[in-house]
């Protein structure tokens, strides 16, 4: 199954299985590829944030005008920081950020539950590796690639280039079959 990519400089189809790599400044302004990529030939999507509540991830979406009835979020903070939280169908929660079992088994939900053209976004990887530490951040991420494969679902992580040293960038980026590198500038370059 192939799925359409509304990123600039991008191939105009990916296949299922495809997992791509969000590179990008710590101040970079990622949300609007993000939520291109879930506003076309899609039939549900799943947030993983371990940067933002459920809330904010509702509101850059309304934000975006983008279809919310498609939209799962698993939420791994408001647990931590002691948020109230309202569970839905379409708002899951896991204990904390570094609790990549977890988000890993909610993430095969997900893919287990719905059917048609399935994407994720994993924003972001940097937060994984900062409240677990990078080998078992790098392990998740792998995890989540292969059941991505398995689901034939498409993936989008994000990962900050300010962050991270160069051979960590390299390690991630070695695991996807595409990479989507945004500037402080706002320019997209990519490599499939």
């Known amino acids: 199954m192939d799925y359409e990519l509304a990123i600039e400089d991008a191939p105009e189809t990916i296949p299922g299985g495809t997992g791509i790599l969000l590179l990008h400044p710590s101040i970079g302004e990622t949300d609007r590829i993000d939520t291109d990529f879930f506003k076309v030939d899609t039939d549900h999507f799943l947030v993983v944030s371990t940067r ?21 979020i698993l939420d791994t903070l408001s647990i931590e920081r002691g948020y109230s939280r309202r569970s839905s169908d379409n708002i899951h929660y896991v204990a904390a ?34 409240y677990a530490d990078e080998d078992r951040a790098f392990e998740a991420t792998k995890r989540i690639l292969e059941l991505l494969d398995e689901f034939d679902a ?39």
């Open 52 to 72: 933002t509540t459920a809330r904010e991830v509702e509101q850059k979406l309304e934000h975006y005008e983008v279809d919310e009835s498609s939209a799962t």
């Open 97 to 130: 950020p570094d609790d990549l079992d977890a988000i890993v088994e909610k993430t095969r939900q997900f893919l287990e539950r719905h059917d048609g053209k399935l994407r994720l976004s994993v924003d972001s990887v940097t937060e994984m590796a900062y």
């Open 154 to 192: 498409v993936g989008l992580f994000h990962l900050s280039k300010e962050v991270h040293d160069q051979e960590t960038l390299d390690r991630f980026s070695e695991l996807f079959d595409g990479v989507v590198d945004l500037d402080e500038d706002g320019t997209v370059t990519t490599e499939f």
